[in-house]
């Protein structure tokens, strides 16, 4: 089982910058594949940035390529979200989730076992 909690959301103006967190509790936080998802008002929610760390490959939505960062700290057993030149459409809950590394990156939300409560990201024009 591993717990999933997320941080570091908030309002930033259009052109900013903020820093997720998503801290995991066990031991095995090394054996997982993480994503990213976020869900805006009235839309599903999607997939934002994936990661197999046994495979060293990720993925990013389109529209925050070359823009977002998706990192880790196994010693602190926490995933990062580096978001740059922030916009309002980028604005939503941010949920980190988890799954098993079975060295493929996995985009589905299906997929993933556990999730994060959420953290709410607004970014103002």
């Known amino acids: 089982q591993v717990q999933l909690v997320e941080s570091g959301g908030g309002l930033v103006q259009a052109g900013g910058s903020l820093r997720l967190s998503c801290t995991a509790s066990?031991?095995?936080?090394?054996?997982?594949?993480m994503a990213w998802f976020r869900q805006a008002p009235g839309k599903e929610r999607e997939r934002v940035a994936a990661?197999?760390?046994?495979?060293?490959?990720?993925s990013y939505a389109d529209s925050v390529k070359g823009r977002f960062t998706i990192s880790r700290d196994n010693a602190k057993t926490t995933m990062y979200l580096q978001m740059n030149s922030l916009k309002p459409e980028d604005t939503a809950v941010y949920y980190c989730?988890?799954?098993?590394?079975?060295?493929?990156?996995?985009?589905?939300?299906?997929?993933?076992?556990?999730w994060g409560q959420g953290t709410q990201v607004t970014v103002s024009s």
């Open positions: 066990g031991r095995t936080f090394s054996s997982y594949a």
């Open positions: 989730a988890a799954r098993y590394d079975s060295g493929i990156v996995v985009n589905t939300r299906s997929a993933y076992d556990y």
């Open positions: 990661k197999s760390w046994s495979a060293g490959i990720s």
